[in-house]
């Protein structure tokens, strides 16, 4: 911001402060000068009061200028007429009696005064206000009557013309004195530039009342200037242009500080002042005439009927204060009724949004957030005591989504809620945690009762439901916490978490009570989680190749990568301690991508030496991912490693959790992988539950057996007829389907020598190779070929 805009800015805010400031210097400066510079002085003090509301007016442009204007007019006439005055004085030596040119002038300032205030009002009006105005305006008749115009009409040598400008000024301060009240008490609550109006109007009335009350009679006036009249006159000039400076000019409905604290209309305190003080002054002054004989009809009549008037106003004025009160009353007591009822209404409402923040909003039992209050509250007021807490999680509720839909998931939800309250003594607690899980807490019990309330649920949930005209059936899985103090509410629900989790791992349908070894097992689950991101970051990760050997020639076709991992400091992790963790924790995906590209990379120079072929096994969810394609694509691609010379293997189990519909998206990707030449191996053949249904199902090539069908050795007693059937069986089977059968855990040379009479064509186990690093494969892969040529 350039320092012209601050200054500007700085001038706009703070000018009036500025006029008032100099203007109050001249106020105490002005009643001490001679007459002479006293005129002068009241020229000065006009032309800079007309030079400043000038300058107001083109720097807060109000919206309406009008009245500011007619107020620059009125201070120019009556500048012009004290400057006439000034003139005349010094040209004829004495001082101007009344109807001169000046007086004229100093006349015309008055109608376009009256025209300003008028304007600033607006055309709003309450009645209470004209009713205060007038009464204002009486009591100053009252007053300017007694000490004023009586002494201009009581035989003083004034006459005519003379006379009637003579009796001109208090009547035009009367005019003045109604307008101004009418400023006030009308209308919207007035801005601070009108309260300075209203203060200069005072002023000037000041000033004219006592000058006229010195002068009263007097042709020319032969009494000295007083000194209030003189500060009276100076100060309504400085106020005009104050009031034509301050910024809420432009802002006619602003209310002023001074306004608020004044209030809406005349004060009773007031009123009675002015009822009293215009009858105590005539009375006065008509004690004073009858003294001396001078009193006329005129001197008691118009101080009557004015005074008569102004009662007849406060009575007016009176009924407006007791039907305003009244309707003020009708408005508190509506008001306080309307309260009332918004307090009661906020009450129930706050109820409402209490019950919302802590229900469920489908079966309005308790939600997460109440079963923790509740839990807290249980612990910390019931220390010493047990308290039973269930954790229910619905077996198979997805399944009802799935097939059925949200809307009859929701009324199975509400069904299970209502047959597991009717379970719930009163004083505990049920309480939906979100989708189909439930919790109870039952406070001040023993283990042996949550034990009978958890069998209880579990009977309750395996009876059928009949939602939306279907019979349903679930079953529930519930882990078991008995909780005492110390135990946190996030302790307590992250062990019972616990037991659930090893309901459902337990298969699902059963109750499973909390143990240490539980947390135990998770504390392990965490840390092996954690190590598992570290061997991903630090490259802790390593693959080793067990060959896969050729029965008819002893060379090594492929060889398997297998993942081992040993963090540092410690000893090799086994495969069967991580690669569960690494599926739960959703990390196999990332580590299989991992194991591919690591093992395409290897194999290449294995492939392009030898023609080994590589297999790479792939886990559950890396299939289920709908982007498992893309993946083997880009690594083949970066690798450079030709689609052939990889074989991807998957078990059976993989498939068989997956539903129909996940299974045909499965077999869908592993035909568009192999139609680019990768093979597909099932590994671990004969451990599924439906392994014959899907091979005519899935693009395969290789059939890998388990070593579970495998018959041990029995060293010279050789192997019996029923130990062959299954392993026959299962080579037969993929011979018929025109499969490449690769038996696993081959131990022993009569094992080899058996599959080998078998016609089993490929072998992989200890007995010819054990898996190595790639550094030590190489060596291997050429003495194969030596072996099989």
């Keep these: 911001m350039s320092s012209r805009l601050r200054r500007l800015r700085r001038l706009r805010r703070y000018a009036w402060r500025y006029v008032s400031g100099l203007g109050a210097a001249t106020v105490v400066v002005g009643p001490f000068l001679p007459w002479a510079a006293t005129q002068a002085l009241y020229g000065l003090a006009g032309l800079a009061s007309v030079a400043a509301a000038v300058v107001g007016i083109r720097l807060h442009r109000p919206a309406s200028a009008r009245p500011w204007w007619l107020l620059v007019g009125a201070v120019s006439m009556a500048t012009l007429g004290n400057v006439y005055w000034s003139v005349e004085f010094h040209l004829t ?54 000490l004023v115009i009586d002494g201009f009409l009581d035989g003083y040598p004034l006459a005519g013309a003379r006379l009637a400008i003579a009796m001109a000024f208090p009547v035009f301060d009367l005019v003045v004195v109604a307008v101004a009240a009418r400023l006030l008490f009308t209308g919207n609550t007035p801005p601070m530039a009108h309260l300075l109006a209203a203060v200069m109007v005072a002023a000037l009335i000041t000033a004219d009342m006592v000058h006229f009350a010195d002068t009263a009679g007097s042709v020319v006036g032969e009494v000295a200037h007083n000194p209030v009249s003189t500060a009276g006159w100076l100060l309504g000039l400085v106020f005009a242009g104050a009031a034509s400076t301050h910024p809420s000019i432009s802002r006619p409905t602003e209310a002023g500080p001074l306004r608020l604290r004044l209030g809406l209309g005349l004060q009773p305190g007031v009123q009675i002042v002015l009822a009293l003080l215009g009858p ?63 307090l009661e209404e906020q009450r129930a409402l706050q109820e409402r949004l209490s019950h919302q923040t802590l229900h469920d909003p489908l079966t309005d039992l308790a939600n997460r957030l109440l079963l923790q209050e509740r839990l807290g509250h249980a612990l910390s007021r019931r220390a010493g005591g047990a308290h039973g807490l269930l954790l229910l999680d619905l077996d198979g509720f997805k399944d009802v989504n799935d097939t059925l839909g949200h809307p009859v998931g929701d009324e199975l939800l509400i069904a299970v809620a209502m047959r597991l309250g009717a379970l719930v003594p009163d004083g505990d607690t049920l309480a939906r945690l979100g989708g189909d899980e439930f919790a109870i807490l039952l406070e001040e019990t023993d283990p042996e009762r949550t034990v009978t309330v958890a069998t209880a649920v579990l009977e309750a949930i395996r009876q059928p439901f009949t939602v939306a005209g279907v019979e349903l059936s679930l079953t529930t899985s519930i882990g078991l916490h008995t909780v005492r103090s110390p135990a946190t509410v996030a302790e307590a629900l992250r062990d019972v978490d616990l037991a659930l989790y090893a309901a459902k791992s337990a298969g699902k349908n059963q109750v499973a009570v909390f143990t240490e070894w539980l947390r135990s097992e998770r504390q392990d689950y965490a840390q092996t989680v ?112 030709p689609p052939q010379a990889l074989t991807l293997e998957i078990t059976e189990t993989d498939l068989v959790a997956t539903t129909m519909a996940e ?61 062959l059937t299954l392993t026959r069986a299962i080579v037969d089977l993929g011979a018929s389907l025109r499969l490449t059968t690769v038996a696993e855990g081959v131990e022993t040379a009569a094992q080899a020598d058996m599959l080998r009479e078998l016609n089993c064509p490929v072998v992989q186990g200890y007995h010819f190779y054990r898996p190595m690093p790639a550094r030590d494969l190489a060596g291997v892969l050429a003495g194969s070929v030596a072996v099989a040529a």
């Design 280 to 342: 105590a002054v005539t009375a006065v002054s008509l004690l004073d005439e009858l003294t001396v004989g001078e009193a006329e009809s005129a001197d008691v009549l118009v101080p009557l009927v004015t005074t008569a008037v102004m009662s007849m106003l406060l009575v007016v004025r009176q009924q407006q204060f007791a039907r305003t009160a009244t309707a003020r009353a009708a408005d508190l007591a509506a008001q306080a009724s309307t309260l009332t009822r918004a």
């Design 530 to 641: 954690a190590g598992l991101r570290r061997a991903l970051k630090d490259d802790e990760f390593e693959l080793h190749y067990q060959p896969l050997v050729d029965l008819a020639t002893g060379g090594v076709r492929g060889v398997e990568a297998l993942l081992r991992w040993s963090p540092p400091g410690q000893g090799p992790v086994p495969p069967s301690a991580f690669i569960p963790v690494a599926e739960q924790s959703g990390l196999i995906g990332v580590i299989g991508d991992w194991v591919l590209r690591r093992a395409c990379t290897e194999a290449r120079a294995w492939y392009e030496r030898y023609g080994t072929t590589v297999s790479v096994n792939v886990a559950g969810p890396q299939l289920r991912d709908p982007g498992f394609p893309d993946t083997v694509r880009r690594v083949l691609r970066d690798t450079g490693l």
């Design 93 to 146: 030596g004495q001082r101007i009696p009344f109807g001169s040119l000046g007086d004229w002038i100093y006349l015309s300032a008055y109608p376009l005064l009256v025209a300003s205030l008028w304007t600033m009002a607006g055309r709003g009006a309450r009645r209470t206000g004209l009713v205060d105005s007038a009464i204002v305006t009486s009591g100053l008749a009252v007053l300017m009557w007694t």
């Design 663 to 723: 299974a045909d998206e499965v077999i869908a990707r592993l035909v568009g992988i192999r139609e680019w030449g990768v093979r597909v191996a099932i590994d671990d053949f004969g451990t599924g539950y439906s392994s014959l249904s899907y091979l005519r199902q899935l693009p395969v090539d290789i059939l890998k057996i388990d070593r579970a069908f495998i018959p041990q050795d029995r060293g010279d007693a050789g192997f019996r007829p029923d130990d």
